[in-house]
């Protein structure tokens, strides 16, 4: 099965939060926690959303940065995915 965003949606698949650190140093508890970074998997056409003309900014395969609790966890054949409008999206990562 394949998901096709309509409008101004983006599917997010979530990266794995690292543990440790470059140098070897593991985070405790709180520490963890980090930016909700994800690649992107697919985006919508874009297009009239809400009376206002949208332009997609983000594109496949790029890493961002999206709102924490922005969005709709969704699983398909066994992944998860994360379905969000692009104003979640805060930045790509470069």
């Known amino acids: 099965m394949k998901l096709v965003p309509l409008n101004d949606r983006v599917v997010l698949k979530k990266l794995i939060a690292e543990e440790t650190t470059k140098s070897g140093i593991v985070l405790p508890g709180q520490e963890k926690e980090k930016p909700q970074q994800a690649e992107v998997v697919a985006v919508g056409p874009g297009g009239v959303v809400d009376g206002k003309e949208v332009k997609m900014q983000v594109k496949v395969k790029e890493k961002v940065i999206f709102s924490k609790y922005a969005g709709t966890e969704v699983e398909v054949d066994?992944?998860?995915?994360?379905?969000?409008?692009?104003?979640?999206?805060?930045?790509?990562i470069k």
């Open 78 to 92: 066994g992944e998860k995915f994360v379905i969000v409008r692009q104003d979640d999206i805060l930045a790509i």
